[in-house]
Protein backbone atom coordinates (compact mmCIF):
# COMPACT_ATOMS: atom_id res chain seq x y z
CA UNK A 1 0.00 0.00 0.00
CA UNK A 2 1.38 3.53 -0.91
CA UNK A 3 2.24 5.99 1.98
CA UNK A 4 -0.96 7.98 2.75
CA UNK A 5 -1.51 11.28 4.73
CA UNK A 6 -1.51 11.98 8.26
CA UNK A 7 -4.92 11.90 9.92
CA UNK A 8 -6.93 11.65 12.64
CA UNK A 9 -9.71 10.60 14.12
CA UNK A 10 -11.77 11.60 16.53
CA UNK A 11 -14.67 10.04 18.22
CA UNK A 12 -17.58 10.96 21.01
CA UNK A 13 -17.94 8.91 24.16
CA UNK A 14 -21.57 8.09 24.71
CA UNK A 15 -23.76 7.30 27.29
CA UNK A 16 -26.34 3.83 26.66
CA UNK A 17 -29.36 2.69 28.03
CA UNK A 18 -30.80 5.47 29.73
CA UNK A 19 -32.76 3.93 31.71
CA UNK A 20 -35.29 1.53 29.65
CA UNK A 21 -33.44 2.36 26.25
CA UNK A 22 -31.98 -0.96 27.17
CA UNK A 23 -29.32 -2.30 24.22
CA UNK A 24 -31.36 0.51 22.11
CA UNK A 25 -30.70 3.97 23.03
CA UNK A 26 -27.86 5.85 23.30
CA UNK A 27 -26.24 9.87 23.96
CA UNK A 28 -23.48 11.50 22.29
CA UNK A 29 -21.08 12.67 24.98
CA UNK A 30 -18.31 15.79 25.26
CA UNK A 31 -15.28 13.61 25.55
CA UNK A 32 -13.11 12.28 23.10
CA UNK A 33 -11.03 9.54 21.82
CA UNK A 34 -8.49 10.27 19.38
CA UNK A 35 -6.55 8.26 17.14
CA UNK A 36 -3.79 9.85 15.23
CA UNK A 37 -2.08 7.75 12.03
CA UNK A 38 0.90 8.40 10.57
CA UNK A 39 3.09 6.51 8.06
CA UNK A 40 6.19 4.53 9.00
CA UNK A 41 7.63 1.06 8.00
CA UNK A 42 6.89 -0.66 11.21
CA UNK A 43 3.94 -1.00 13.10
CA UNK A 44 3.68 1.18 16.18
CA UNK A 45 1.25 2.05 18.99
CA UNK A 46 1.99 4.76 21.37
CA UNK A 47 -0.79 5.41 24.54
CA UNK A 48 -0.63 9.10 25.40
CA UNK A 49 -1.93 9.68 29.46
CA UNK A 50 -1.97 7.42 32.36
CA UNK A 51 -5.61 5.55 32.03
CA UNK A 52 -4.39 2.71 29.98
CA UNK A 53 -3.70 0.24 32.30
CA UNK A 54 -3.76 -3.88 30.46
CA UNK A 55 -4.51 -2.20 27.14
CA UNK A 56 -1.76 -3.97 24.65
CA UNK A 57 -0.05 -1.94 22.47
CA UNK A 58 0.50 -4.83 19.90
CA UNK A 59 -2.02 -6.79 17.74
CA UNK A 60 -4.46 -7.58 20.68
CA UNK A 61 -5.40 -4.10 21.27
CA UNK A 62 -8.76 -3.80 19.92
CA UNK A 63 -8.20 -0.95 17.74
CA UNK A 64 -5.40 -2.78 15.82
CA UNK A 65 -7.46 -6.05 15.93
CA UNK A 66 -10.44 -4.50 14.83
CA UNK A 67 -8.72 -2.90 11.74
CA UNK A 68 -7.01 -6.21 11.21
CA UNK A 69 -10.42 -7.63 10.80
CA UNK A 70 -11.45 -4.78 8.55
CA UNK A 71 -8.65 -5.50 5.83
CA UNK A 72 -9.07 -8.75 6.11
CA UNK A 73 -12.61 -9.04 5.34
CA UNK A 74 -12.04 -6.76 1.89
CA UNK A 75 -9.03 -9.31 0.93
CA UNK A 76 -6.30 -6.75 2.30
CA UNK A 77 -3.23 -6.64 3.89
CA UNK A 78 -2.85 -3.24 6.63
CA UNK A 79 -0.19 -1.66 5.99
CA UNK A 80 2.50 -0.51 8.96
CA UNK A 81 1.68 2.66 11.23
CA UNK A 82 2.32 4.89 13.74
CA UNK A 83 -0.83 5.32 15.86
CA UNK A 84 -0.88 7.74 19.03
CA UNK A 85 -4.24 7.33 21.21
CA UNK A 86 -5.70 9.22 23.67
CA UNK A 87 -8.31 9.79 25.41
CA UNK A 88 -11.08 11.74 28.08
CA UNK A 89 -13.06 8.49 28.58
CA UNK A 90 -12.22 6.19 31.36
CA UNK A 91 -12.34 2.34 30.68
CA UNK A 92 -14.37 0.03 32.09
CA UNK A 93 -16.85 2.79 33.61
CA UNK A 94 -20.28 2.81 31.47
CA UNK A 95 -19.07 5.73 29.23
CA UNK A 96 -18.66 3.73 25.72
CA UNK A 97 -14.76 3.20 25.71
CA UNK A 98 -14.57 0.07 23.67
CA UNK A 99 -17.70 1.15 21.34
CA UNK A 100 -15.78 4.30 20.70
CA UNK A 101 -12.64 2.02 20.34
CA UNK A 102 -14.06 0.00 17.63
CA UNK A 103 -15.73 2.82 15.88
CA UNK A 104 -12.69 4.88 15.49
CA UNK A 105 -10.79 1.22 14.46
CA UNK A 106 -13.61 0.58 11.69
CA UNK A 107 -13.54 4.28 10.12
CA UNK A 108 -9.37 4.34 10.16
CA UNK A 109 -10.06 1.10 8.16
CA UNK A 110 -12.41 2.55 6.19
CA UNK A 111 -10.42 5.85 5.18
CA UNK A 112 -6.80 3.57 4.57
CA UNK A 113 -9.34 1.13 2.55
CA UNK A 114 -10.53 4.27 0.24
CA UNK A 115 -13.59 4.41 1.69
CA UNK A 116 -15.74 1.46 0.84
CA UNK A 117 -18.00 1.00 3.53
CA UNK A 118 -21.27 3.78 4.11
CA UNK A 119 -21.98 4.79 7.68
CA UNK A 120 -24.33 2.20 7.97
CA UNK A 121 -22.54 -0.51 6.80
CA UNK A 122 -20.18 0.71 9.56
CA UNK A 123 -22.36 0.66 12.14
CA UNK A 124 -23.63 -2.96 11.55
CA UNK A 125 -20.05 -3.98 12.10
CA UNK A 126 -19.34 -2.59 14.91
CA UNK A 127 -23.02 -4.12 16.05
CA UNK A 128 -21.62 -7.05 16.00
CA UNK A 129 -18.87 -6.49 17.28
CA UNK A 130 -19.82 -4.93 20.41
CA UNK A 131 -23.22 -7.16 20.19
CA UNK A 132 -25.70 -4.34 20.95
CA UNK A 133 -25.47 -0.97 18.43
CA UNK A 134 -26.42 1.87 21.64
CA UNK A 135 -23.07 3.08 22.21
CA UNK A 136 -21.81 2.25 18.90
CA UNK A 137 -24.56 4.76 16.97
CA UNK A 138 -24.00 7.24 19.57
CA UNK A 139 -20.33 7.64 19.00
CA UNK A 140 -20.78 7.40 15.25
CA UNK A 141 -23.85 9.86 14.35
CA UNK A 142 -23.89 11.98 17.56
CA UNK A 143 -26.72 13.00 19.56
CA UNK A 144 -29.61 10.73 20.56
CA UNK A 145 -29.55 7.52 18.55
CA UNK A 146 -32.72 4.99 18.89
CA UNK A 147 -31.81 1.57 17.32
CA UNK A 148 -33.04 -1.87 16.97
CA UNK A 149 -30.75 -4.59 16.56
CA UNK A 150 -31.80 -8.25 15.37
CA UNK A 151 -29.27 -10.08 14.93
CA UNK A 152 -29.19 -9.21 11.22
CA UNK A 153 -29.86 -5.78 10.28
CA UNK A 154 -29.91 -2.53 12.53
CA UNK A 155 -32.45 0.34 12.06
CA UNK A 156 -31.56 3.91 13.66
CA UNK A 157 -33.12 7.02 14.35
CA UNK A 158 -30.90 9.89 15.30
CA UNK A 159 -32.21 12.71 17.22
CA UNK A 160 -31.28 15.70 18.80
CA UNK A 161 -29.18 16.54 21.71
CA UNK A 162 -31.35 17.24 24.83
CA UNK A 163 -30.34 20.94 25.92
CA UNK A 164 -29.62 19.78 29.45
CA UNK A 165 -26.42 19.18 31.52
CA UNK A 166 -25.32 15.22 31.77
CA UNK A 167 -23.60 15.06 35.28
CA UNK A 168 -21.87 12.17 35.74
CA UNK A 169 -20.83 10.53 38.87
CA UNK A 170 -17.30 7.84 38.05
CA UNK A 171 -17.06 5.53 40.97
CA UNK A 172 -13.05 4.85 41.21
CA UNK A 173 -13.46 1.20 40.60
CA UNK A 174 -14.36 -0.24 37.60
CA UNK A 175 -16.89 -2.82 36.01
CA UNK A 176 -16.38 -4.57 32.72
CA UNK A 177 -19.79 -4.98 30.34
CA UNK A 178 -19.43 -8.56 30.67
CA UNK A 179 -19.38 -8.97 34.09
CA UNK A 180 -22.69 -6.59 34.41
CA UNK A 181 -24.21 -8.37 31.83
CA UNK A 182 -24.00 -11.70 33.82
CA UNK A 183 -26.46 -10.46 36.61
CA UNK A 184 -29.18 -10.05 33.99
CA UNK A 185 -32.18 -12.60 34.17
CA UNK A 186 -32.54 -14.58 31.53
CA UNK A 187 -36.68 -13.89 31.33
CA UNK A 188 -39.28 -11.26 32.73
CA UNK A 189 -42.90 -11.43 33.48
CA UNK A 190 -44.72 -10.12 30.53
CA UNK A 191 -46.38 -7.36 32.84
CA UNK A 192 -42.80 -5.91 33.79
CA UNK A 193 -41.82 -6.16 30.49
CA UNK A 194 -44.89 -4.66 29.04
CA UNK A 195 -44.18 -1.89 31.87
CA UNK A 196 -40.73 -1.35 31.16
CA UNK A 197 -41.00 -1.46 27.19
CA UNK A 198 -43.90 1.80 28.06
CA UNK A 199 -41.19 4.01 29.63
CA UNK A 200 -38.46 2.80 27.04
CA UNK A 201 -41.37 4.33 24.19
CA UNK A 202 -42.31 7.35 26.42
CA UNK A 203 -38.31 7.78 27.21
CA UNK A 204 -37.83 7.82 23.01
CA UNK A 205 -40.81 10.30 22.79
CA UNK A 206 -39.62 12.76 25.37
CA UNK A 207 -36.07 12.87 24.18
CA UNK A 208 -37.65 13.66 20.59
CA UNK A 209 -40.21 16.57 21.65
CA UNK A 210 -37.99 18.00 24.36
CA UNK A 211 -40.54 16.90 27.15
CA UNK A 212 -37.95 17.05 29.88
CA UNK A 213 -40.80 17.27 32.90
CA UNK A 214 -41.00 13.15 31.59
CA UNK A 215 -37.89 12.20 31.88
CA UNK A 216 -38.08 11.19 35.66
CA UNK A 217 -40.91 8.45 34.88
CA UNK A 218 -39.96 7.61 31.32
CA UNK A 219 -36.43 6.94 32.84
CA UNK A 220 -37.16 4.18 35.40
CA UNK A 221 -36.03 1.13 34.26
CA UNK A 222 -36.91 -2.70 34.88
CA UNK A 223 -34.88 -4.41 31.84
CA UNK A 224 -31.50 -4.73 34.18
CA UNK A 225 -31.12 -1.89 36.50
CA UNK A 226 -32.57 -3.40 39.47
CA UNK A 227 -30.27 -6.37 39.07
CA UNK A 228 -27.49 -4.26 38.75
CA UNK A 229 -28.07 -2.49 42.25
CA UNK A 230 -25.72 -5.42 43.97
CA UNK A 231 -23.05 -3.96 41.61
CA UNK A 232 -22.72 -0.56 42.16
CA UNK A 233 -23.39 0.28 45.83
CA UNK A 234 -25.20 3.50 46.24
CA UNK A 235 -27.00 3.20 42.98
CA UNK A 236 -29.84 2.83 44.24
CA UNK A 237 -30.24 5.39 46.71
CA UNK A 238 -29.00 8.31 43.12
CA UNK A 239 -31.81 6.80 41.67
CA UNK A 240 -34.61 7.03 44.10
CA UNK A 241 -33.22 10.45 45.49
CA UNK A 242 -31.55 12.62 42.63
CA UNK A 243 -34.85 13.94 41.57
CA UNK A 244 -35.18 15.93 44.91
CA UNK A 245 -31.69 16.96 44.11
CA UNK A 246 -31.96 18.97 40.98
CA UNK A 247 -32.02 16.24 38.75
CA UNK A 248 -34.62 15.96 35.71
CA UNK A 249 -34.10 12.17 35.40
CA UNK A 250 -31.17 9.85 36.38
CA UNK A 251 -29.71 6.29 35.16
CA UNK A 252 -26.92 3.90 35.24
CA UNK A 253 -24.68 5.10 32.17
CA UNK A 254 -24.48 1.45 29.96
CA UNK A 255 -23.75 -1.49 32.01
CA UNK A 256 -22.23 0.91 34.71
CA UNK A 257 -20.75 1.69 37.01
CA UNK A 258 -21.14 5.32 36.25
CA UNK A 259 -24.40 7.25 36.81
CA UNK A 260 -25.93 9.98 35.49
CA UNK A 261 -28.62 13.10 36.02
CA UNK A 262 -29.67 15.15 32.95
CA UNK A 263 -30.09 18.53 34.69
CA UNK A 264 -30.38 21.87 34.39
CA UNK A 265 -28.47 22.32 37.92
CA UNK A 266 -25.67 20.28 37.60
CA UNK A 267 -23.60 21.63 40.64
CA UNK A 268 -26.13 20.57 43.21
CA UNK A 269 -26.73 17.24 41.09
CA UNK A 270 -23.06 16.36 41.48
CA UNK A 271 -22.55 17.31 44.93
CA UNK A 272 -25.79 14.99 45.99
CA UNK A 273 -24.33 12.26 43.62
CA UNK A 274 -21.03 12.76 45.60
CA UNK A 275 -22.35 12.69 49.24
CA UNK A 276 -24.25 9.53 48.60
CA UNK A 277 -21.34 7.62 47.07
CA UNK A 278 -19.17 9.01 49.97
CA UNK A 279 -21.84 7.35 52.36
CA UNK A 280 -21.01 4.16 50.79
CA UNK A 281 -17.16 4.59 50.73
CA UNK A 282 -17.18 5.08 47.05
CA UNK A 283 -14.55 7.43 45.54
CA UNK A 284 -16.43 9.16 42.46
CA UNK A 285 -15.02 11.71 40.26
CA UNK A 286 -17.80 14.04 39.07
CA UNK A 287 -17.67 15.46 35.46
CA UNK A 288 -20.28 17.87 34.29
CA UNK A 289 -20.75 16.94 30.42
CA UNK A 290 -23.08 18.13 27.59
CA UNK A 291 -24.42 15.96 24.68
CA UNK A 292 -22.51 16.23 21.67
CA UNK A 293 -24.22 16.84 18.31
CA UNK A 294 -21.63 15.48 16.02
CA UNK A 295 -20.71 11.89 15.07
CA UNK A 296 -17.19 10.49 14.45
CA UNK A 297 -14.98 12.24 12.20
CA UNK A 298 -11.88 11.56 9.79
CA UNK A 299 -9.77 14.30 9.23
CA UNK A 300 -6.44 14.63 7.49
CA UNK A 301 -3.77 16.39 9.82
CA UNK A 302 -0.72 18.18 7.52
CA UNK A 303 -0.83 21.42 7.32
CA UNK A 304 -3.99 21.72 9.77
CA UNK A 305 -4.24 23.40 13.31
CA UNK A 306 -5.51 22.38 16.01
CA UNK A 307 -8.96 19.66 15.69
CA UNK A 308 -12.49 21.63 16.26
CA UNK A 309 -12.41 19.23 19.18
CA UNK A 310 -9.47 19.81 20.93
CA UNK A 311 -8.60 22.31 23.50
CA UNK A 312 -11.67 23.10 26.10
CA UNK A 313 -14.75 21.21 24.97
CA UNK A 314 -14.53 18.28 27.13
CA UNK A 315 -16.04 17.89 30.04
CA UNK A 316 -16.15 19.90 33.45
CA UNK A 317 -14.92 18.41 37.01
CA UNK A 318 -16.71 19.90 39.60
N1 LIG B 1 -9.00 2.97 22.98
C1 LIG B 1 -8.94 1.68 23.27
N2 LIG B 1 -7.94 0.92 22.77
C2 LIG B 1 -7.88 -0.38 23.04
N3 LIG B 1 -8.75 -1.04 23.80
C3 LIG B 1 -9.74 -0.34 24.33
C4 LIG B 1 -9.90 1.04 24.09
N4 LIG B 1 -11.00 1.47 24.73
C5 LIG B 1 -11.51 0.40 25.35
N5 LIG B 1 -10.77 -0.69 25.12
C6 LIG B 1 -11.01 -2.06 25.63
O1 LIG B 1 -12.36 -2.16 26.02
C7 LIG B 1 -12.45 -2.54 27.40
C8 LIG B 1 -13.62 -1.88 28.06
O2 LIG B 1 -14.82 -2.38 27.48
P1 LIG B 1 -16.17 -2.47 28.31
O3 LIG B 1 -17.25 -2.76 27.32
O4 LIG B 1 -15.99 -3.43 29.44
O5 LIG B 1 -16.33 -1.04 28.98
P2 LIG B 1 -16.87 0.33 28.39
O6 LIG B 1 -16.99 0.23 26.91
O7 LIG B 1 -15.96 1.40 28.91
O8 LIG B 1 -18.26 0.45 29.10
P3 LIG B 1 -19.80 0.40 28.50
O9 LIG B 1 -19.79 -0.57 27.37
O10 LIG B 1 -20.65 -0.06 29.66
O11 LIG B 1 -20.13 1.78 28.11
C9 LIG B 1 -11.12 -2.07 27.99
O12 LIG B 1 -10.78 -2.82 29.12
C10 LIG B 1 -10.15 -2.31 26.84
O13 LIG B 1 -9.77 -3.66 26.82
N1 LIG C 1 -26.66 -1.74 26.70
C1 LIG C 1 -25.39 -2.22 27.23
C2 LIG C 1 -24.42 -1.07 27.28
C3 LIG C 1 -23.05 -1.49 27.73
O1 LIG C 1 -22.17 -1.65 26.70
C4 LIG C 1 -25.60 -2.78 28.61
O2 LIG C 1 -26.27 -2.12 29.42
O3 LIG C 1 -25.12 -3.88 28.92
Known sequence: MAPFDDFEVVVPASTANMGPGFDSLGMALNLFLRLRFSHQDRMEIVLRGDQWRGVPTDGRNLVIHVMREAFRRMGREMPPFRLEMESGIPLMRGLGSSAAAVVGGLLAANHLLGGPWSEEEILLQATRREGHPDNAAASLFGGVVICSWDGERVYHVQGPPPPLHVVTAIPSFSLSTEQARRVLPR????????????????????????????????????????????????????????????????????????????????????????????????????????????????????????????????????
Open 187 to 318: NLPHSRAVLASSRANLLTAALLTGRWELLEVAMEDWFHQPYRFPLVPGMEEVLADSRRHGALGVALSGAGPTLIALTREPGRVGRFMKEVFARHGISVRILSLLPFAEGASVRLTIGMGRSKFMGNTEGVET
